[in-house]
């Protein structure tokens, strides 16, 4: 099983994740709601190598850390990340994703909005984040 990166966007509500290897290919992402998000962490250390955690520096963040010390121990310690605009960076990257169709096509990509939270998409782009700044 390969290392991967995990990336948390913390948030009251919802969390981004995302798993990247380090040749920044994306191996798994999703949205969860916050009660779930240690269960699906404890799932996902089953089945990947996680030896990173990538989480953005805002919303939570330090409310998370403590929650992630506790109820998922065996994960490594977050490394905060600057996460300014990455939810306008994520939409704009779910458009080169899923490129809109039709008459959607022409509505320019600044007024349009994701069919849904794009908060994996974020925590993506925090993973790519760290390691543009550990590989410069």
């Known amino acids: 099983m ?11 509500a919802k969390c981004g994740l995302a798993l990247l290897g380090i040749d920044s290919q994306v191996v798994y992402h999703q949205v969860v709601a916050a009660g779930d998000v240690l269960e699906v962490l404890q799932r996902l250390q089953g089945e990947y190598q996680i030896v990173q955690v990538v989480m953005g520096n805002q919303t939570g963040s330090q409310s998370w850390i403590k929650r992630l010390a506790a109820g998922a121990p065996a994960l490594p310690a977050p490394v905060l990340v600057d996460e300014r605009h990455t939810t306008l960076q994520a939409r704009r990257r779910y458009w080169q994703m899923c490129p809109s169709r039709g008459w959607r096509r022409l509505i320019p990509l600044g007024l349009r909005v994701p069919p849904r939270s794009v908060d994996d998409i974020a925590a993506m782009l925090l993973v ?6 550990t590989q410069s």
Do not use: M, S, T
Not at 128 to 133: F, H, N, T, V
């Open 2 to 12: 390969p290392p991967v990166i995990l990336g948390f966007d913390p948030g009251r």
């Open 128 to 133: 790519e984040r760290y390691l543009a700044q």
